[in-house]
């Protein structure tokens, strides 16, 4: 069974940083790219970023330059260091493993999907 746990939200001031954290289990994760979403308050779940087997990432424009995705194959973790954070940034971010080892911006080309946690941004 594959489990995906994020860990990492909290509240943070406009400006500021949080490192978000994806354990994953139950598949050999090394074979799947990974990726983030997010949903803001009676919002639609939102693309953030994709990152590859090999580590090649894709970003939404409204995060590109500000987060970055990373991967830790041998521990079974992915990241979502976040910088400069706003408060549109306020939402719960989820991470889901995909269908193949390269990235989607689609919900579509994931499989399995953590419980998110919570990024509040204050202004």
């Known amino acids: 069974q594959v489990q995906l746990v994020e860990s990492g939200g909290g509240l943070v001031q406009a400006g500021g940083s949080l490192r978000l954290s994806c354990a994953a289990s139950g598949r050999t994760f090394s074979n799947y790219a990974m990726g983030w979403f997010r949903q803001a308050p009676g919002k639609e779940r939102e693309f953030v970023g994709t990152i590859t087997t090999n580590s090649n990432t894709g970003y939404a424009d409204s995060v590109k330059g500000r987060f970055t995705m990373s991967r830790d194959n041998a521990k079974n973790m992915a990241y979502l260091q976040m910088t400069s954070l706003k408060p549109e940034d306020t939402a719960v971010y989820y991470c889901?493993?995909?269908?193949?080892?390269?990235?989607?911006?689609?919900?579509?080309?994931?499989?399995?999907w953590g419980q998110g946690t919570q990024v509040t941004v204050s202004s």
């Open positions: 889901a493993l995909a269908r193949t080892a390269w990235g989607s911006r689609a919900e579509s080309g994931y499989e399995y």
